[in-house]
């Protein structure tokens, strides 16, 4: 368990509705990120973050935003729902096992439905 | 413009025999690659890791090599075994920004 915890794990919303995705670490970790996995392509990176109040775009940014207020919250913003963003969205933080480079380690991943 | 690419879809493979999932990269600035493993409607689990400064790394049953004048990198379970069986995920990074880069994932299936 990597002390991740994701809200909601399920929700289906309407197009052009507004969503928050919650992410929550016990660990005081520094970096945290936000991915979405779909068919075909794979996991892909939204937004990370490397500090309180501190982030940085990723592959496929457009139509999300994010924030981070404190060290254990990540929250990642549809600001108007498309069915496009129908997605499975993990967040993962970065922790180190050998105490250089970290890796990632995810949550259990929350599953959007836009209809 | 994928930097991380799994060209195989899927793999089957006996079990007690050799997997062998491939990976190649294009973006030379990457340092440290991963391997994932996942299991539907769970999370990406962290298997193993490789600096750039190796050429191999072993854990147990699971070996990555790295090959950089190839930008290739292949994972390597032996014996396989029927749990084996999920998605298995490549994943780049570079010393720099600590961003993972995922490939799009082979599907393993170990036959009993």
């Known amino acids: 368990d990597a002390g991740i915890t994701q809200s909601p794990r399920h929700k289906v919303t309407e197009t052009g509705t507004p969503v928050t995705l919650r992410c929550h670490q016990t660990?005081?970790?520094?970096?945290m990120y936000w991915y979405r996995q779909d068919p075909g392509h794979g996991l892909r990176l939204i937004h990370y973050?490397?500090?309180?109040?501190?982030?940085d775009k990723g592959e496929v940014s457009d139509g999300y935003s994010v924030s981070r207020s404190k060290t254990e919250d990540f929250l990642l913003t549809l600001e108007s729902a498309t069915s496009s963003q129908t997605s499975v969205y993990f967040c993962?933080?970065?922790?180190?096992?050998?105490?250089?480079?970290?890796?990632?380690?995810f949550g259990q991943g929350t599953r959007l439905t836009v209809v | 413009d994928q930097q991380v690419k799994q060209n195989s879809p899927s793999l089957s493979v006996q079990e007690g025999r050799i997997s062998i999932l491939n990976c190649d990269y294009t973006n030379s600035m990457f340092d440290y690659f991963l391997w994932y493993k996942k299991y539907p409607a769970e999370g990406p689990t962290f298997l193993i890791s490789i600096s750039s400064i190796k050429d191999k790394n072993e854990d147990g049953r699971f070996t990555v090599f790295l090959n950089k004048s190839a930008k290739h990198l292949s994972l390597h379970i032996v014996p396989s075994q029927p749990g084996d069986s999920a998605v298995y995920f490549c994943a780049a990074s570079d010393r720099g920004t600590y961003k993972y880069i995922f490939g799009t994932g082979t599907r393993l299936k170990v036959l009993a």
């Open positions: 660990e005081n970790h520094r970096y």
């Open positions: 993962a933080i970065g922790r180190s096992s050998s105490g250089g480079h970290p890796e990632a380690f």
């Open positions: 973050s490397y500090g309180v109040k501190d982030t």
